[in-house]
């Protein structure tokens, strides 16, 4: 492939072709690994838009990349060809204190966008575990959502404009500034969650809500799941919509309280972590509200933390869960599927079958609120039959989330991994119906091909 | 192939490449890139294991570029010990290459052998000096001025002192005092507050005039053949002393004596158990200060003048000797003192050693980020307790336009007690 060209767009330090270079970006956190043809780390929208075109007039494929954090394979480049890296446009360019907007470029760091809009007294819920390491424009991509997701909502939520480069190099703003906006088609929520198969973002503009006067965190001790997990249907019932309400199952507990002994009370059966945000009166009333319930619904023990360190403490088993299992074995499969919160029991008990029956690690924890769970294996890949309970396991599961009503992907998208069970989500109408907008917007199949379908 | 590098092939396989690391590494804070990462130096380093990479000269700089700060591996959720990894890949590295002429000499002539040691640091540090009008032409420049090194004393730190330092007064402990190669011969002034310091407390110091380096630069470059002979003569020299405890003002050293045990273990197996009964007795003297009983009464009763302080937490202390709370807790003994905390305490200088030398730029990059928490800080003081980010520290300061002097611990509390140690035994 002659990438001379490129060295006409972007300045040579920004083009990385070197056997090592290609070899660090052919990886993500999927662990599988596909080597890029070149890396490319463009500084503005011109460069990108210009990688865009040489690529598309050259029949190159280009993958966009933010943090390589994602979990479903979205920042590999899958047919090699271009791996266009965010990493050189994470510039927050500004926060619009009178309209509650921040304009930003895609490689920004989440985290680093919480800080910046927090100090200014502003919230930007959404919250991906992830969010120490992904970019937004990682987030946008695969409509990220996080433990907030419940209350606030996720990363497509949040979008306003984004300034997106098409197949062909040419570049649209969809989407505004403004509160509402129905000009034309939603191309700008159609872009969040394209996982990049449909435009390439390089620049964002986001809504941010005035944070909240007061935060309470509770930490709620059940002796089964199945009690814990029907609290969660309960505490929507009463009308209480939680910032934050995490489940965390039995095993989970186990393998967290091998590794830090004491962040989880002793003798649980499952956890509910749970959080209520807004003004100070209206917390102090849903306090009431809520602890009254965890009562009624059996929990042994309720503990409310009284000040940030507290906080810390509460969340600390929540936080140690993954590690806590990519300790237990070399490979970590983390799962995503999604269901109808009602269903929630139903989802729990269905993994712990699929355990039994693959004679796997399986542990369950995650946004109960809004029915997304984390079904997670701790596995080692290199052993072959493991590996193919695995995959049997993570193909039942999918199974029993779209028996239940439920989707096979609320947050981690579906990349190259899940594409294969797409057809068994949708219709063959719904799958064609998505394929023929790709095919509109990139004939040529040159925006990160190989995903989704 | 690479034998030092296949034992830690399942390792390298833990790591998920979630990219936790991303987070805290401060290389890659500085330069946005995925082959300045934990994850990316690693899957580097699995490459070569799995035969799809040689040790190229690429290889070689990646390797060389981490700081082995050890934040990465504080965070991992898999527990990679990343900063044993990289220095095992430069010892395959310094392997593979042989050793350069200059370098060998450097190592077993003057490192080695001891004695050319000090007359070269003071013929460099001399020959600095003399330069420093001419910072034009100073191979480190960071934003256009020259960097700014200590000045080198005249004469070394134990070649001050005798073998043993009594204390006025009742003995109430007795310890051996590591000195290591930069208080010895660069800070000496640090040397003299540890002597100070403990005399005052009523402890023997005790320094033996056979000590060599401890090798943790010539271990970071990748020479372990010559830190194994430096191991035993420092073992040597340090035996049957009895002593309560080694105290060291430098964590590079002690996190590198800390090591000798697994090093000597496979080297020289006769020297194993003497290296464990060694290593054992290391104590930063953070550690030592607060085990020894009489330290808080007397700190507690000096006169206090008002000072506010921050204090940074060198890595080798804090990830690589697990000593964070105990410099927090002498300084809070010392009346007058307010310590503030940088956001980011812990976060690494950029002096990283012979780290800052082969990587100035680099170096200089990550340090700025120290720089402005400190700026932020407000403090008066910046207190650390390792010679080398004393060094880096004063380095930052002068480039970012702070004039606050970096101080070690054990000189605040030297300062902090009434007078320094007066009679008996003194520095000749």
Redesign the interface.
């Known amino acids: 492939m002659n990438l001379s060209a490129l060295n006409d767009i972007l300045p040579s330090s920004r083009i990385l072709t070197s056997e090592e270079e290609l070899l660090v970006y052919s990886s993500d956190a999927t662990r599988l690994e596909y080597r890029p043809d070149v890396v490319v780390k463009p500084e503005n929208a011109a460069q990108v838009c210009e990688l865009i075109r040489w690529a598309t007039d050259n029949r190159v494929p280009v993958t966009p990349r933010g943090a390589g954090s994602g979990l479903s394979g979205g920042a590999l480049a899958v047919r090699g060809g271009i791996l266009l890296s965010f990493e050189a446009m994470n510039r927050i360019l500004d926060i619009d204190r009178e309209n509650l907007i921040v304009t930003l470029e895609p490689g920004v760091i989440t985290a680093a966008l919480h800080q910046a809009v927090e100090a200014e007294g502003f919230f930007y819920p959404p919250d991906p575990g992830s969010m120490k390491v992904s970019t937004i424009g990682g987030n946008i991509a695969e409509n990220a959502g996080g433990p907030r997701g419940l209350k606030y909502g996720v990363t497509r939520d949040y979008v306003m404009a984004l300034d997106t480069v098409l197949a062909g190099g040419s570049s649209a703003r969809f989407g505004s500034r403004t509160v509402k906006c129905v000009t034309g088609y939603d191309m700008r929520s159609l872009m969040v969650g394209s996982e990049g198969t449909l435009g390439v973002v390089t620049g964002a503009t986001l809504r941010l809500l005035p944070k909240p006067e007061s935060l309470v965190t509770f930490l709620a001790v059940y002796h089964d799941a199945d009690q814990a997990a029907c609290t969660v249907t309960e505490i929507i019932r009463r009308g209480i919509v939680p910032t934050t309400l995490e489940f965390i199952d039995r095993y989970t507990i186990d393998a967290v309280e091998n590794w830090r002994p004491g962040a989880f009370p002793s003798g649980a059966g499952a956890v509910l972590l749970i959080e209520l945000d807004g003004f100070e009166s209206e917390v102090r009333r849903q306090t009431e509200i809520l602890e009254a319930l965890l009562h009624d619904t059996g929990a042994g023990e309720v503990r409310r933390a009284a000040n940030n360190a507290e906080r810390e403490a509460l969340w600390l088993g929540r936080r140690s869960a993954f590690a806590a299992l990519a300790r237990m074995k070399p490979s970590t499969i983390a799962e995503d599927a999604t269901v109808p919160r009602g269903r929630i029991p139903d989802m729990v008990r269905g993994i712990r079958r699929i355990a039994e029956r693959y004679n796997l690690i399986i542990c369950t924890f995650g946004h109960a609120g809004d029915g997304n769970l984390h079904p997670t294996i701790a596995a080692d890949l290199r052993n072959p039959d493991e590996a193919r309970r695995v995959e049997a396991a993570v193909a039942d599961i999918f199974k029993v989330a779209l028996e239940l009503g439920g989707t096979l992907s609320g947050e981690h998208g579906i990349g190259i991994a899940k594409a294969p069970f797409m057809k068994n989500e949708l219709s063959e109408a719904g799958l064609n119906a998505m394929k023929a907008v790709k095919k509109a917007l990139d004939p040529l199949d040159i925006l990160n091909p190989g995903k989704i379908f | 192939m690479y034998p030092l590098l296949e034992r830690y092939r ?1 390792d390298v ?2 790591c ?5 690391c ?2 805290v590494c401060p290389t890659f804070e500085a330069e ?4 300045m990462t934990a ?2 130096r690693m ?2 380093v699995e ?1 070569v294991l799995d035969g ?2 040689e040790l ?1 000269e ?2 070689a700089e ?1 390797m060389s570029t981490c700081i082995t700060c050890m934040a990465c591996s504080d965070d ?4 990679v010990p990343v900063e044993e990894i990289i220095l095992a890949a430069r010892a395959e590295i310094a392997r593979a290459r042989g050793v350069n002429p200059l370098q060998r000499f450097i190592a077993r002539k003057v490192i080695l052998s001891g004695w050319l040691l000090a007359p070269l640091i003071r013929l460099g540090g001399l020959a600095e000096r003399m330069m420093r009008p001419f910072s034009a032409i100073s191979p480190f420049k960071w934003k256009g001025r020259a960097r700014k090194l200590p000045d080198i004393p005249g004469r070394p730190l134990r070649d001050s002192y005798p073998e043993v330092v009594r204390p006025d007064g009742p003995v109430k402990g007795r310890v051996a005092f590591y000195v290591g190669c930069n208080i010895n011969l660069i800070y000496t002034d640090i040397g003299r507050s540890m002597v100070n310091v403990l005399s005052r407390l009523g402890v023997e110091v005790v320094m033996p005039p056979d000590e060599v380096c401890c090798g943790a630069p010539l271990f970071g470059l990748g020479d372990r053949e010559t830190v194994v002979d430096l191991a035993a003569k420092n073992l040597h020299a340090f035996s049957n002393l009895n002593v309560d405890a080694i105290v060291l003002a430098c964590p590079t050293c002690g996190q590198m004596l800390q090591k000798y045990p697994k090093m000597l273990a496979e080297a020289r197996p006769e020297l194993k158990a003497e290296a464990e009964a060694f290593a054992a007795k290391i104590m930063d003297i953070n550690q030592y200060l607060l085990r020894f009983t009489e330290t808080r009464e007397l700190l507690g009763s000096a006169k206090g003048s008002p000072m506010k302080v921050t204090y940074h937490d060198p890595c080798h202390l804090k990830r690589g000797m697990g000593v964070s709370r105990e410099p927090r807790e002498v300084l809070k003994a010392i009346p007058g003192l307010t310590l503030t905390e940088m956001s980011a305490p812990d976060r690494c200088c950029g002096f990283g050693g012979t780290f800052s030398f082969a990587h100035y730029d680099l170096s200089m990059k990550i340090g700025e980020m120290k720089a402005e928490d400190i700026r932020r800080t407000d403090a008066q003081v910046v207190v650390t307790s390792c010679p080398g980010c004393r060094m880096g520290l004063s380095d930052l300061l002068d480039k970012s336009g702070q004039e606050i002097p970096v101080k070690h611990l054990v000189q605040v509390v030297e300062e902090a007690l009434d007078k320094p140690k007066s009679g008996g035994q003194t520095a000749r």
Do not use: Q
């Open positions: 399942e396989y833990k998920i490449r979630c990219g936790a991303r987070a946005l890139d995925e082959s994850r990316g899957a580097l490459a799809k990479l190229t690429k290889f990646k991992c959720p898999s527990g």
